[in-house]
């Protein structure tokens, strides 16, 4: 436990004998290993001391305000609590009841006394605690002549269609709600937990990682003791795939050994058997539509990628086969009627598969997520597979056998967790002789990491991307070879110097930006999910250097402002390379560093979603390069405004050398194209970031996969001056001037002139530049959870 923490924040006291810790305001988190740290004959010792802080106490009394006829007839207020804990039922200072766990007050009303009476629930023998409002709750109970529609000793008199909670009965804990029709109150909602699963589920919260296989030893003996109450229990069932989820995100840290999948299986085998679907059919309706069963396939995918030893696990309608292989591989369900098979295609070298078959999950899980959801009758026509490879595979092929086969559309089709539906990208459908169904599957997933928190699965954008940046990196390196070769030459006057400086360090930037994005999309392909250690040092490159293009961006805008606007300011060269080296990879470092010191600690640095990117869910750490280069753009446009504005209304400036003019002038028509270019390039951005339109996300790939094309044509090739230093162009002005001079050269001196004179033109260029910028990365995954989809 971070002691320095409690003191910053006045977490706790320590008694003025330094023997007593008093903890001012605890929670769950600080559950943990203490130190004491004493001393004895000026030699320190320590005392170690585990602490669990368990959450507050629930105590729930069902409807606080309930109203009674006040006939002298009985009622009753139950009151339940979190195992462990005793309660008592007080009126006016009086106790009138305790207990443990559930107590129920027996209480009768005032013939013809119509008061109202308030009685409390609280904890009993916890005085300490009395003050604070989780430490008890109120029932304030109304007695009234009126007639009415519905009455009961627990929930009281009402009206038709009134609605009513109420305490779960023995066993189970959480409230119940009734709805009053045909004069009695009708049960419509039912939020009871079995009590053994709810005691779980309280003890989770300050679970330790090393108590995981004792824990899931419980869960699975519970679940299995249990299993006719569980499988009748839509909220039961919610609560234990919410215990399996926080499980599979508790293991990231840990290596995850046969016994805990056993007993990890074991709970879903139960509660996903065939006697359940009533219940999930109840789970899956309504608003949250799918939300349990998708959040139990997730924890499935989630704790399987913590797998490391090689096992196999049968259930009565799950199978799961672990296995290394470096050639072919081939896997047919042993499980009752399924004949569901897996064949990966050869490999080059030793490969780990985790392959996981559900016979009954496809009455669990939603086919409303389906791109078909408008037609009614589209269902999961087959088992359903997760497979995990610790490699991208070209081709993966899975045979179901159709269970329904009166349907006759058949789709192949895998959960796609960024869309949040049933996906059929990248696999096609291949119906054999014996009436199964192959699916033919070859993802290519193209993630628009740079804004984008979704990741779009097509091939176009994986194609897009690579060939983009293989045109961009190219460029750059033909721009920095230019460069070199006209550096002496287009360095005369300040602003043609500084102009030339910002174009290299933005070829330079965007050159290594993109060297590290392919590292980037490499490491993502081969790590599933990402691994946090490789990935770190390239996110960290990868952010730093496009934003130092953006910052060098903004240098060259910046440049075009002050030689426009502020015409009698003069700063020396070497002062504005300081200042422009400061701005261009200082502040990039600075933010840079910053992100990283903000978001390591839990390791939310790095996207989850298999690409090597900054986070975006739990840290919007992508909001550290997201903000920065849209507010370059936005000055970017509002220096072009009003440079131009100058220029147009007094021009470059008569005092100006031409040289310097030139230079002016190539900035000004660089920023003018380049800014409106940039400026639509990070708008689709912008675009990505709140659709998952394919359209968007293609524009935007396009458009930033060729930024260090756009640098080369516009900000190096369309300066005349770069064009007359090349060694081609000086050449042709030398021949061209001594056929000026000469006066008659002859038959042969003619015949050669033209040749040259056309040989000369192929070096002249009329081309543009733009702003850089960066691609979308893409990461290959053979990775997911698989079915057959039919209508």
């Given at each position: 436990?971070?002691?320095?923490?409690?003191?910053?924040?006045?977490?706790?006291?320590?008694?003025?004998?330094?023997?007593?810790?008093?903890?001012?305001?605890?929670?769950?988190?600080?559950?943990?290993?203490?130190?004491?740290?004493?001393?004895?004959?000026?030699?320190?010792?320590?005392?170690?001391?585990?602490?669990?802080?368990?959450?507050?106490?629930?105590?729930?009394?069902?409807?606080?305000?309930?109203?009674?006829?006040?006939?002298?007839?009985?009622?009753?207020?139950?009151?339940?609590?979190?195992?462990?804990?005793?309660?008592?039922?007080?009126?006016?200072?009086?106790?009138?009841?305790?207990?443990?766990?559930?107590?129920?007050?027996?209480?009768?009303?005032?013939?013809?006394?119509?008061?109202?009476?308030?009685?409390?629930?609280?904890?009993?023998?916890?005085?300490?605690?009395?003050?604070?409002?989780?430490?008890?709750?109120?029932?304030?109970?109304?007695?009234?002549?009126?007639?009415?529609?519905?009455?009961?000793?627990?929930?009281?008199?009402?009206?038709?269609?009134?609605?009513?909670?109420?305490?779960?009965?023995?066993?189970?804990?959480?409230?119940?709600?009734?709805?009053?029709?045909?004069?009695?109150?009708?049960?419509?909602?039912?939020?009871?937990?079995?009590?053994?699963?709810?005691?779980?589920?309280?003890k989770l919260e300050s679970l330790r990682v090393e108590e995981i296989p004792g824990f899931m030893a419980n869960l699975s003996i519970a679940t299995s003791e249990n299993n006719f109450n569980i499988t009748q229990s839509a909220a039961t069932v919610r609560a234990i795939?919410?215990?399996?989820?926080?499980?599979?995100?508790?293991?990231?840290?840990?290596?995850?050994?046969?016994?805990?999948?056993?007993?990890?299986?074991?709970?879903?085998?139960?509660?996903?058997?065939?006697?359940?679907?009533?219940?999930?059919?109840?789970?899956?309706?309504?608003?949250?539509?799918?939300?349990?069963?998708?959040?139990?396939?997730?924890?499935?995918?989630?704790?399987?990628d913590r797998l490391r030893d090689e096992f196999n696990i049968y259930e009565t309608s799950i199978q799961l086969n672990r296995t290394t292989f470096n050639n072919s591989f081939t896997l047919t369900s042993a499980l009752p009627n399924s004949t569901t098979e897996i064949?990966?295609?050869?490999?080059?070298?030793?490969?780990?598969?985790?392959?996981?078959?559900?016979?009954?999950?496809?009455?669990?899980?939603?086919?409303?997520?389906?791109?078909?959801?408008?037609?009614?009758?589209?269902?999961?026509?087959?088992?359903?597979?997760?497979?995990?490879?610790?490699?991208?595979?070209?081709?993966?092929?899975?045979?179901?056998?159709?269970?329904?086969?009166?349907?006759?559309?058949?789709?192949?089709?895998?959960?796609?967790?960024?869309?949040?539906?049933?996906?059929?990208?990248?696999?096609?459908?291949?119906?054999?002789?014996?009436?199964?169904?192959?699916?033919?599957?070859?993802?290519?997933?193209?993630?628009?990491?740079?804004?984008?928190?979704?990741?779009?699965?097509?091939?176009?954008?994986?194609?897009?991307?690579?060939?983009?940046?293989?045109?961009?990196?190219?460029?750059?390196?033909?721009?920095?070879?230019?460069?070199?070769?006209?550096?002496?030459?287009?360095?005369?006057?300040?602003?043609?110097?500084?102009?030339?400086?910002?174009?290299?360090?933005?070829?330079?930037?965007?050159?290594?930006?993109?060297?590290?994005?392919?590292?980037?999309?490499?490491?993502a392909e081969r790590e599933q999910p990402t691994s946090v250690g490789r990935c770190s040092p390239v996110v960290f490159f990868m952010h730093f250097f496009y934003l130092a293009l953006f910052f060098w961006m903004l240098m060259s805008a910046l440049l075009l402002f002050?030689?426009?606007?502020?015409?009698?300011?003069?700063?020396?060269?070497?002062?504005?390379?300081?200042?422009?080296?400061?701005?261009?990879?200082?502040?990039?470092?600075?933010?840079?560093?910053?992100?990283?010191?903000?978001?390591?600690?839990?390791?939310?640095?790095?996207?989850?979603?298999?690409?090597?990117?900054?986070?975006?869910?739990?840290?919007?750490?992508?909001?550290?390069?997201?903000?920065?280069?849209?507010?370059?753009?936005?000055?970017?446009?509002?220096?072009?405004?009003?440079?131009?504005?100058?220029?147009?209304?007094?021009?470059?400036?008569?005092?100006?050398?031409?040289?310097?003019?030139?230079?002016?002038?190539?900035?000004?028509?660089?920023?003018?194209?380049?800014?409106?270019?940039?400026?639509?390039?990070?708008?689709?951005?912008?675009?990505?970031?709140?659709?998952?339109?394919?359209?968007?996300?293609?524009?935007?790939?396009?458009?930033?996969?060729?930024?260090?094309?756009?640098?080369?044509?516009?900000?190096?090739?369309?300066?005349?001056?770069?064009?007359?230093?090349?060694?081609?162009?000086?050449?042709?002005?030398?021949?061209?001037?001594?056929?000026?001079?000469?006066?008659?050269?002859?038959?042969?001196?003619?015949?050669?002139?033209?040749?040259?004179?056309?040989?000369?033109?192929?070096?002249?260029?009329?081309?543009?530049?733009?702003?850089?910028?960066?691609?979308?990365?893409?990461?290959?995954?053979?990775?997911?959870?698989?079915?057959?989809?039919?209508?």
């Open positions: 436990m971070d002691n320095e923490d409690l003191v910053k924040n006045a977490k706790y006291l320590i008694s003025s004998d330094n023997k007593t810790l008093t903890m001012l305001n605890a929670t769950e988190s600080y559950s943990g290993r203490y130190s004491c740290i004493k001393q004895r004959n000026t030699i320190p010792y320590i005392l170690w001391q585990n602490i669990i802080i368990n959450q507050r106490p629930r105590i729930i009394v069902g409807e606080n305000q309930r109203v009674f006829p006040c006939d002298g007839s009985s009622f009753e207020l139950k009151c339940s609590v979190d195992v462990g804990y005793n309660l008592e039922w007080v009126l006016d200072g009086t106790v009138k009841i305790t207990g443990t766990d559930s107590i129920t007050l027996n209480n009768a009303t005032r013939s013809g006394n119509c008061t109202d009476q308030t009685f409390t629930c609280r904890l009993k023998d916890l005085p300490q605690l009395q003050n604070y409002s989780y430490s008890y709750s109120s029932v304030t109970v109304r007695t009234s002549p009126e007639g009415f529609d519905c009455k009961n000793e627990e929930l009281g008199a009402g009206k038709t269609n009134d609605v009513k909670t109420g305490v779960c009965g023995t066993g189970t804990k959480g409230t119940k709600t009734f709805r009053c029709e045909s004069n009695a109150w009708t049960p419509f909602e039912d939020n009871c937990v079995l009590e053994v699963i709810d005691n779980l589920k309280n795939v919410d215990i399996l989820f926080k499980i599979a995100n508790l293991s990231q840290t840990v290596v995850i050994k046969k016994p805990v999948m056993e007993s990890f299986l074991n709970t879903v085998d139960i509660i996903v058997s065939g006697n359940v679907s009533n219940t999930w059919n109840k789970l899956n309706k309504g608003n949250n539509t799918g939300d349990t069963s998708i959040k139990l396939l997730s924890a499935i995918e989630n704790i399987s064949v990966l295609p050869l490999v080059p070298h030793e490969t780990t598969i985790t392959i996981i078959i559900f016979t009954t999950l496809d009455k669990v899980l939603p086919s409303q997520g389906t791109n078909d959801s408008r037609k009614s009758d589209v269902r999961i026509n087959g088992d359903v597979v997760v497979v995990k490879v610790n490699e991208t595979l070209n081709n993966i092929s899975l045979t179901f056998d159709i269970t329904n086969q009166s349907l006759g559309n058949p789709q192949c089709v895998f959960w796609n967790f960024k869309l949040n539906t049933w996906d059929s990208t990248g696999c096609k459908v291949k119906r054999n002789s014996t009436g199964n169904i192959t699916c033919e599957c070859n993802h290519t997933t193209s993630f628009s990491i740079l804004m984008s928190p979704f990741s779009i699965d097509n091939i176009a954008l994986a194609y897009i991307t690579y060939i983009g940046v293989a045109i961009s990196m190219a460029s750059l390196i033909i721009c920095l070879i230019i460069e070199a070769i006209v550096w002496k030459s287009v360095r005369r006057n300040d602003t043609s110097y500084m102009r030339h400086v910002s174009i290299v360090n933005i070829a330079v930037s965007l050159l290594i930006a993109n060297i590290c994005f392919i590292i980037g999309a490499a490491i002050y030689r426009t606007v502020m015409v009698l300011s003069q700063m020396s060269r070497a002062k504005m390379m300081v200042i422009a080296f400061m701005a261009g990879y200082g502040a990039p470092l600075l933010i840079a560093v910053i992100t990283v010191a903000s978001t390591a600690g839990p390791q939310n640095y790095i996207s989850k979603q298999n690409a090597c990117w900054l986070n975006w869910n739990e840290s919007k750490a992508l909001l550290a390069f997201v903000i920065p280069a849209l507010t370059i753009v936005a000055i970017n446009l509002v220096v072009l405004i009003v440079v131009l504005y100058k220029m147009l209304r007094r021009g470059v400036g008569g005092t100006t050398q031409p040289d310097e003019k030139h230079a002016l002038v190539v900035i000004a028509r660089c920023v003018a194209i380049l800014t409106p270019i940039f400026g639509l390039t990070w708008g689709f951005g912008i675009g990505t970031m709140v659709s998952q339109d394919l359209g968007i996300h293609v524009v935007f790939a396009l458009l930033n996969s060729l930024q260090g094309f756009f640098i080369l044509v516009f900000g190096t090739l369309l300066d005349s001056k770069v064009r007359e230093s090349l060694p081609g162009k000086q050449l042709l002005q030398k021949l061209s001037s001594s056929r000026t001079k000469s006066t008659s050269a002859g038959s042969s001196s003619a015949s050669r002139l033209p040749f040259l004179q056309r040989n000369g033109r192929r070096h002249v260029l009329n081309v543009s530049e733009t702003n850089p910028s960066s691609a979308v990365t893409s990461s290959d995954s053979s990775n997911g959870s698989y079915a057959v989809m039919d209508t």
